[in-house]
């Protein structure tokens, strides 16, 4: 007989339409429910509570007493819990995003009993293809999704192995009809026999085994109080079947039987049996960008910094760390991330985004505090701290605030660093510390913004004295120079008249030109897609006049670009040929002269309604294959998807347009030389020209409804429901950051993954000066003017990151290997090192690491990654 496994759940969207209150509000309710029928119905054997304790941390802030009866349903293995935080998003959030969803939801989940070890992401958009790696890391060996896959990927069936490049692999359990199927179940047998017929003609066929699993639950559902009435129904509705309640974890174990399932790999993003909506990735692009930009503050800044505090004796603050964390989490399930929301949870998504950074800004600025302030030296301080494994030169901006009318820098070895002073501005001594005020004094303080070039420590910090000098320091700037053009170690930069810019690359003796050309063009589509307009003429920047402006001294240049692009007010105008408004765009330009990369700031004044606008970097590189980061690693996607050719004829439920995510960069390469786009804001590309041979990335899309029928390239019924969002239009002033490099070779030879998280790691900068209107005492501790707390020993690997381990007194290092070919990765930890091992992505130690002299080395497969306690 073939038998059913009836598993009740709830899908919980904290947020969607609705607001995270009014679902709390339906969470206390449906949470007792599910208690009483757990605890009095001995035939209720199992609920699954969606695979996130974001849930009972939501419920418990209003219901704390119930503590108990939840951890007593756990451990009797009846209230079902974890292993996530929150179900997340898996296309644009970020790898260290991922691996702390499972690390707090494994925690939570232990503090009851213990996390269901399964990779439950029944409603995101989409697979990553190092997922498996992250399960693994978490000894999680199953996996249960639903969207991506198709038979092209290598099977018909529901049940598969899905292995990562590295050789991590979990059972997969695909849900093709999904999760909800089994949602209010009808007493009525004709009505239930006709839904349970069309289920099990699909489910019978995808399956490997004669156990099939029936979802019962949906979207903030309560619990079935019928499900015993239905489940007699349906045994005689079907007497060739069993009928029972169950968990997902007993399908699994009659799938491990199955010697003979299929294994597939790599990502899922087709969307011929359930959408996945690949333009989504650039919906509320303010969020987006927000979003990533924090990300990159907490793993690249914060988390090394709160390290090397914590090695010279300072407290890691575990607590803080991780309230940052779950802010941030909050934000990353597929709906909320997506922002294919209401305006109100939008709003909300920016306000908690707003209370992350602040927290995050401020405990950065701590840590630099405590650490300067116990340099022993007579005068103010200025410390430079830089996070990343190897030495690196840089052109410093930044800012120093003093009494002084003159100064020198001095470096704690004494020799004294030349600087050029870019701006000087007086501030209100109240702004500094409203006790000088308070007492009288009204000597203004100075505001030297400085810029000086020298060689930081790798993993650690360089601290420079800032001792008076006779005279009065003027402001010399950069200065205007009247050209349009600037020369660097690495390139010739044309600005042309429209704003774009031609690039000779000097490495490898070619010129890129249009670069930076703008693309407009309408967007009749929602939150969830973009729908161009029909036979549409495109906009684009080639005849506007741009204002320009280039500063430049020895160090560096700064390139000031503004035009103001005519376009359409709404769809409307735009159908009927009428240009009655306007985008303003700002670039400024940022580029060390001894370096390779070119920064872009953005600066997006949006006045109209219903478009897309992307910015392209043509290349003149015609490819077949885009290269781009993911979770961990690096992604080889075709330029067009070859569905395009059958996706109609096979009736998908949305066209598989060539639109992508990246995480922090995209390129094109013809092995000879490449061009590659860093990102610390937007993270969608796609590769467009007559030879495929320019990167567009979006900048944004401006819509006005959460969810529409019948798009171009998505037929159909609407995604989400059809409520209006005018926030969504982004009309206002939208910040963007990007970079660019041209290199040799390939994204993987010229090392695109190490390049990226260089720009993503910025040199961070403290002034002790005498005065702060937060006061501390002092800690008693002695920081040397100069230190490290590791590097590297070759280019073997990317840092991911660098923390304190959650439940050990020890630092845990995670690296990776974004490049094609297997890598040793080797490291110089300290001196006399003590108890090192590799960890899993848990945390959990594993094999003690063999070393001499503090000298690890590990192999790395291509994408692949690993970390070591020491």
């Known amino acids: ?330 934000n990353h399930a597929h709906d909320s991330i997506g922002c294919c929301c209401s305006d109100k949870v939008h709003r909300e998504i920016v306000n908690r985004l707003f209370l992350a950074e602040e927290k995050t800004d401020q405990l950065i600025e701590f840590y630099k505090r405590k650490i300067t302030d116990a340099v022993q030296a007579e005068h103010d301080v200025v410390s430079a701290f830089n996070f990343l494994p190897y030495e690196r030169e840089e052109v410093i901006t930044d800012k120093v605030v003093t009494k002084l009318e003159s100064f020198v820098m001095e470096g704690h070895d004494g020799r004294e660093v030349p600087f050029e002073v870019l701006e000087k501005n007086v501030l209100d001594p109240g702004l500094i510390d409203r006790q000088i005020v308070h007492y009288g004094n009204y000597d203004p303080f100075y505001e030297y913004t400085i810029q000086w070039k020298d060689t930081l420590p790798p993993m650690g ?144 004044n949006n006045q109209a309604g219903d478009h897309r606008l992307r910015a392209l970097i043509p290349t003149q590189i015609a490819s077949a294959f885009s290269w781009s980061d993911n979770q961990f690693g690096m992604i080889k996607r075709d330029v067009v998807d070859s569905a395009m050719d059958y996706w109609e004829e096979e009736d998908w439920d949305e066209r598989p347009d060539s639109i992508y995510p990246m995480l922090s960069y995209v390129g094109l390469t013809d092995d000879k030389r490449g061009v590659t786009l860093l990102t610390n804001s937007v993270r969608e590309y796609e590769i467009i020209g007559e030879s495929f041979d320019a990167i567009a990335v979006t900048l944004f899309r401006s819509v006005g409804v959460l969810g529409k029928e019948e798009l171009v390239r998505r037929p159909g019924r609407p995604s989400g429901i059809k409520l209006p969002t005018p926030d969504s239009q982004m009309i206002g002033r939208l910040q963007l950051d990007f970079a660019l490099v041209l290199h040799e070779g390939s994204l993987s030879d010229a090392g695109a993954g190490r390049i990226a998280k260089e720009y993503t790691t910025p040199v961070e900068i403290y002034n002790r000066i005498p005065y702060n209107a937060m006061k501390l005492n002092e800690s008693g501790l002695e920081t040397p003017g100069s230190y490290s707390v590791l590097k590297e020993g070759n280019e073997g690997a990317v840092l991911s990151t660098l923390k304190k381990a959650e439940e050990e007194e020890r630092l845990l290092l995670r690296f990776f290997n974004p490049k094609e070919k297997e890598q040793e990765a080797e490291f110089y930890l300290s001196s006399k090192p003590e108890n090192i091992q590799e960890a899993k992505l848990n945390e959990v130690p594993q094999e003690t690491v063999l070393h001499h002299q503090g000298r690890v080395s590990l192999p790395l497969k291509s994408n692949q990654v690993k970390s070591i306690l020491f």
């Open 1 to 330: 007989m073939k038998q059913t496994h009836i598993v009740p759940h709830m899908h919980w969207d904290r947020e969607w339409y609705f607001t995270t209150e009014e679902s709390r509000i339906l969470l206390v309710n449906n949470m007792e429910e599910i208690m009483e029928k757990l605890e009095n119905d001995p035939d209720y054997p199992y609920y699954v509570l969606d695979g996130q304790t974001s849930i009972l941390e939501d419920y418990f802030a209003v219901k704390p007493e119930n503590k108990e009866r939840v951890r007593k349903l756990v451990q009797e293995g009846k209230l079902i819990i974890g292993p996530w935080y929150t179900q997340t998003d898996e296309m644009v959030v970020g790898a260290e995003s991922i691996v702390r969803n499972l690390l707090y939801g494994h925690k939570d989940s232990e503090a009851f009993g213990a996390p269901m070890k399964i990779g439950y992401l029944p409603d995101s958009f989409g697979q990553s293809a190092q997922m498996p790696q992250i399960f693994n890391g978490f000894d999680i060996q199953y996996s249960i999704f639903w969207r991506g896959t198709s038979e092209r990927h290598g099977t018909d069936k529901t049940e598969f192995h899905w292995e990562s490049e590295d050789g991590s692999s979990v059972l997969a359990q695909l849900f093709p009809l999904g999760y909800a199927i089994g949602k209010y179940l009808p007493e009525e047998e004709e009505a239930l026999q006709k839904r349970i017929d069309k289920y099990f003609s699909v489910l019978d066929r995808g399956a490997t085994t004669d156990h099939i699993l029936l979802p019962n639950g949906h979207d903030q559902m309560p619990i079935q109080e019928n499900i015993h009435t239905i489940i007699e129904k349906l045994q005689r509705l079907y007497p060739d079947r069993e009928f029972f309640l169950s968990r997902f974890e007993h399908v699994f174990e009659e799938l491990e039987k199955n010697d003979d399932l299929p294994l597939l790999s790599g990502e899922f993003l087709d969307g011929k049996y359930m959408r996945v909506h690949r333009s989504i990735y650039s919906t509320r692009n303010d969020i987006k960008a927000a979003n990533t930009r924090v990300e990159n503050k907490l793993t690249n800044v914060l988390e090394p910094l709160a390290s090397i505090a914590y090695s010279l004796g300072f407290e890691y603050h575990h607590g803080l760390i991780e309230l940052i964390w779950k802010e941030m989490m909050k």
């Open 461 to 604: 910090y360089k601290t420079y004295e800032v001792k008076p000098e006779e005279g009065t320091l003027a402001a010399d700037g950069l200065k205007k120079s009247g050209k349009t053009e600037v020369d660097t170690d690495y390139y010739r930069i044309q600005v042309n008249s429209n704003g774009t810019l031609t690039i000779y690359d000097k490495t490898n003796n070619v010129e890129i030109q249009d670069v930076l050309l703008l693309e407009n063009g309408g967007d009749d589509g929602d939150e969830y897609d973009y729908s161009p307009l029909e036979n549409e003429t495109l906009i684009y920047s080639r005849s506007m006049e741009a204002d320009v402006q280039v500063y430049e001294n020895d160090y560096s240049a700064r390139l000031d670009i503004a035009l103001e692009l005519p376009v359409p007010a709404n769809l409307e105008s735009r159908k009927a040929g009428k240009i009655d408004s306007f985008v303003s765009v700002q670039w400024h330009l940022y580029i060390a002269k001894h370096k390779p990369v070119i920064e872009v700031k953005a600066d997006i």
